[in-house]
């Protein structure tokens, strides 16, 4: 497979999207990105890579960064981890607060904001310096000790986060999480704060591509069907309430995050990272979810 041929084609093919769609502006920081920026990044799991546009670019890794949570959570509690969040997709939108009050304070999936809020309140009662660790985590999966947070767009996001803090206050009130509000949201909004480039994602996710390879990253270690399971919750809960739409489209498991980035997964073939500020109305990148959607037409292989 040419990959860069390949990568090439899309990039001609998805310019007419180029103006669609509008950057997340709820968190002010974003806001301030060019939006007119586009990057591409495969990397196989044999070593073969390929890019396209601005995959050096660093961007706010927002969403993304639940993954990295869920695989420490996973890695911690194991299967308690699921009495705590659910695994189900939620059909509504990342922030809601309806679901979580009908169903008692147990949010659908981690992938979701109550459900990443359970998992930042699991990860600060177990490490010591949870800023730390979690970080220290990402660097040694993404093999780059220069990833770091941005304060400034978490800050932002703290200024401005009135639905988050009532999802949290809405957890707190039904006992799910065990820290006190503030030191839960500051963790969670560092977490999403995260800066990586598409070259830096597609190369971390081949530890969830190559789920055969040994996971094993800063002491956190996980089973070859743990890998699986967290694939299969990037399938069902990736997307927000567009988590169908993806399937349909471009049938890979794969997490999107509003500050652009999507990286998708084609197991045991490829990592994948794609990234354009310019979102839909469901959080998704515009580009971003047609590069992904040409990638699989045009390899003629999905996992369906
Ligand atoms: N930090 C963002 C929020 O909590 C993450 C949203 C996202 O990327 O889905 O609203």
Not at 236 to 265: M, N, Q, R
Not at 271 to 283: E, I
Request: charged residues 20%.
């Amino acid at each position: 497979m040419d990959y860069q041929q390949l990568l090439e084609n899309i990039y001609q093919s998805i310019m007419p999207y180029a103006g669609d769609g509008k950057q997340a502006d709820y968190i002010p920081e974003l806001a301030k990105v060019n939006p007119d920026q586009f990057g591409m990044y495969i990397h196989s799991i044999y070593g073969e890579t390929a890019s396209v546009g601005d995959a050096d670019t660093r961007f706010s890794i927002q969403s993304i960064s639940k993954v990295f949570a869920l695989a420490l959570c996973l890695s911690i509690k194991g299967d308690e981890l699921w009495k705590r969040v659910g695994r189900e997709p939620s059909g509504t939108t990342f922030n809601s607060l309806i679901q979580l009050e009908v169903e008692h304070g147990i949010p659908r999936n981690p992938f979701i904001n109550a459900g990443a809020i359970v998992m930042a309140d699991i990860l600060l009662s177990h490490f010591e310096q949870p800023e730390r660790d979690f970080l220290s985590f990402v660097r040694a999966i993404a093999e780059d000790e220069t990833i770091d947070y941005n304060r400034d767009v978490a800050n932002s996001e703290r200024e401005n986060g009135y639905l988050n803090a009532a999802i949290a206050n809405l957890l707190k009130y039904h006992g799910t999480i065990e820290n006190d509000i503030e030191s839960v949201l500051h963790f969670y909004f560092m977490m999403c704060s995260i800066e990586m480039n598409c070259r830096e994602l597609a190369f971390a996710f081949l530890a969830f591509a190559n789920h055969r390879r040994r996971f094993d990253y800063a002491g956190i270690t996980l089973t070859s069907s743990q890998v699986k399971r967290i694939n299969a919750i990037m399938q069902t809960c990736g997307f927000y309430d567009e988590a169908g739409e993806f399937a349909y489209f471009v049938g890979l498991p794969g997490k999107s995050g509003v500050g652009g980035g999507i990286v998708a997964i084609h197991p045991l073939q490829y990592s994948v990272a794609v990234w354009s500020p310019r979102l839909n109305p469901k959080g998704n990148s515009v580009m971003g979810m047609k590069a992904l959607e040409l990638l699989t037409t045009e390899t003629k292989e999905s996992i369906f």
